[in-house]
């Protein structure tokens, strides 16, 4: 029953490989995110889909490549991980801009 | 300039304490307030959302805010163990959510 699920909870690979997150919610929304929380616990949002398509897409770095085949899901796929994308991810999703409700996150950890 | 600023703490206070917890934000054209909860290794939880000035109350919480001074505050009565959690303020302005830095809240028994 929870309402917005990403998998994996935690994420250990080595530098250069490619992984991806999954994320999906149940609450109806139209709208979903990516966001990367750093070790100081700055939320930082990195991509936002509305009805699968992009609206919000911050200066991130190209290797990283968000996709939704519907607006239930937003994946999130990385190419060639460096040691600085090791942070917390947290997918979340909202209707009509309002209250926005998170995931539980993905400990991604480069090593 | 972050468009929302939060200190950071650490704060903390003996259970039953009354705790505040304040930020403020540089645009006037935010429309929406939140706070969010997040306990360790959890995603944040909405606590509680406002949109106008003035105070909110939901049992031990009260949201405040203050358009005129662009400041928001979150009042904790009776502090709890069970509150100890980082806290972010959170404001919405033309479809994007902009979040303070949290402040890490330790409730001691």
């Known amino acids: 029953d929870t309402a917005v699920s990403q998998t994996p909870k935690y994420l250990v690979t080595q530098m250069g490989n490619d992984k991806s997150i999954k994320c999906e919610q149940n609450l109806g929304h139209d709208t979903m995110y990516w966001y990367k929380q750093d070790s100081k616990k700055f939320l930082k949002i990195m991509f936002s889909y509305n009805n699968k398509e992009l609206i919000i897409n911050e200066t991130v770095p190209n290797r990283f490549s968000p996709k939704s085949p519907d607006k239930a899901h937003l994946n999130l796929h990385i190419n060639s991980l460096e040691l600085g994308d090791s942070a917390v991810y947290f997918c979340?999703?909202?209707?009509?801009?309002?209250?926005?409700?998170f995931g539980s996150g993905t400990q991604l950890s480069v090593l | 300039q972050k468009e929302v600023e939060q200190d950071p703490g650490p704060l903390s206070v003996p259970e039953g304490a009354i705790v505040s917890l304040n930020c403020t934000y540089s645009n006037s054209a935010f429309q929406y307030f939140m706070w969010y909860r997040q306990y360790s290794r959890k995603g944040p939880e909405l606590l509680m959302y406002?949109?106008?000035?003035g105070n909110k109350e939901d049992g031990r919480f009260t949201a405040q805010v203050d358009k005129s001074s662009k400041y928001i505050s979150l009042f904790i009565r009776d502090s709890q163990p069970s509150d100890s959690a980082t806290y972010l303020c959170a404001s919405l302005r033309s479809n994007q959510f902009y979040f303070g830095t949290g402040t890490s809240l330790t409730v001691i028994p």
């Open positions: 406002t949109y106008s000035s």
């Open positions: 979340a999703s909202s209707q009509e801009d309002e209250k926005l409700f």
